[in-house]
């Protein structure tokens, strides 16, 4: 089993930054892909982020491709969401996800992770 714990949220200004994390507990990463995901009211959950551990890899929906920058801490067990130039379409539950990494793939839908974190809330103000 794999606990996720998500921070960082809160609120900030368009044009502003924020860092989120995602601390695990229960396994390391190193085995492992994670993601971050965001829910809008009313929108599905999408894909933002992702990392896959060993290799350090990383992915980026082409919405965030430029601003977002996903990282890890090995010595942390931990992933971070390094959010830049937020604009208003940005506000959103942000979720971070894990699976087991299996050799060469991508991991992109909800579908595809095991473990959930419980959310963290980012609001952009004017």
């Known amino acids: 089993q794999v606990q996720l714990v998500e921070s960082g949220g809160g609120l900030v200004q368009a044009g502003g930054s924020l860092r989120l994390s995602c601390a695990a507990s229960?396994?390391?990463?190193?085995?492992?892909?994670v993601g971050w995901f965001r829910q809008a009211p009313g929108k599905e959950r999408e894909f933002v982020a992702g990392?896959?551990?060993?290799?350090?890899?990383?992915a980026y929906a082409n919405s965030v491709k430029g601003r977002f920058t996903i990282s890890r801490d090995a010595a942390k067990n931990t992933v971070y969401l390094q959010m830049n130039s937020l604009k208003f379409d940005d506000p959103a539950v942000y979720y971070c996800?894990?699976?087991?990494?299996?050799?060469?793939?991508?991991?992109?839908?909800?579908?595809?992770?095991?473990?959930w974190g419980q959310g963290t809330q980012v609001t952009v103000s004017s």
């Open positions: 229960g396994r390391t990463f190193s085995s492992y892909a």
């Open positions: 996800a894990a699976r087991l990494q299996l050799s060469g793939a991508w991991y992109t839908r909800n579908v595809d992770y095991a473990y």
């Open positions: 990392i896959r551990w060993s290799a350090g890899d990383t």
